[in-house]
């Protein structure tokens, strides 16, 4: 049965994935508007060790570079202690702050356990914040698996800015040295994944959004920034 269900996730997330030519064109558009938004975000992946991961390290950077040619004036990094006792959203925070992302431009959502969640948590924190406009920026992969989701589940537009990567391409020799012990969680020997926390059909619930309280909101919207 979990097999099945493996599988008939796969082929979904593959229907669903974006190419690369239409990943450019996001970011073309995004710069022939000129758009300027509040925040952008960036969802989390394990960090295993001291290695940066090539794709946190992808989608850093590309934060980073969204931020430095004015396309965003705040980063919010996502993403709790899943798979690891180590915290994504302050891994990606300390990375991008040694590439030059001042602190105080920088939020984070550490509840996020699911690509959904990363969404739904980051935006209540810009709710919080009175920001206006915000886009999402991760891989066109991730990016394709959430544009239906975006549309059906926040009244406010989320704009989409997917990594370029011929951009971050220029810059991926970068590899800042940050102190990991910092991005733990408080009780280390206490960490469970969330292979053990929770059973296989409840992880395939959170990955689809299925875990957010959508019945606290009107018509299963979260309102509007």
Request: net charge positive; glycine share 6%.
């Amino acid at each position: 049965m979990k097999l099945k269900l493996t599988v008939l996730i796969l082929v979904c997330f593959l229907f669903s994935c974006m190419s690369a030519r239409k990943a450019g064109k996001y970011y073309t558009q995004a710069v022939n508007d000129s758009l300027k938004v509040d925040a952008v975000i960036v969802p989390g992946l394990a960090f295993k060790s001291r290695d940066w991961p090539t794709l946190m390290k992808r989608r850093v950077i590309w934060s980073w570079i969204l931020y430095k040619n004015g396309i965003t004036k705040h980063v919010i990094y996502s993403g709790g202690a899943v798979y690891t006792p180590h915290i994504e959203a302050y891994v990606m925070g300390l990375y991008a702050q040694k590439l030059g992302i001042p602190r105080k431009d920088i939020f984070y959502d550490t509840a996020a356990q699911h690509s959904t969640e990363n969404v739904y948590y980051s935006y209540l924190i810009a709710k919080k914040q009175n920001f206006k406009s915000i886009a999402l920026t991760t891989d066109r992969y991730q990016t394709g698996f959430l544009k239906r989701f975006l549309k059906r589940k926040f009244r406010s537009p989320i704009h989409l800015i997917p990594v370029f990567k011929d951009s971050v391409a220029k810059y991926e020799h970068l590899d800042p040295a940050i102190d990991t012990n910092r991005v733990l969680v408080k009780r280390r020997g206490e960490f469970k994944s969330i292979r053990e926390r929770y059973p296989f059909m409840h992880r395939i619930r959170g990955t689809h959004g299925m875990n957010i309280p959508w019945h606290k909101y009107r018509e299963g919207k979260v309102d509007a920034l």
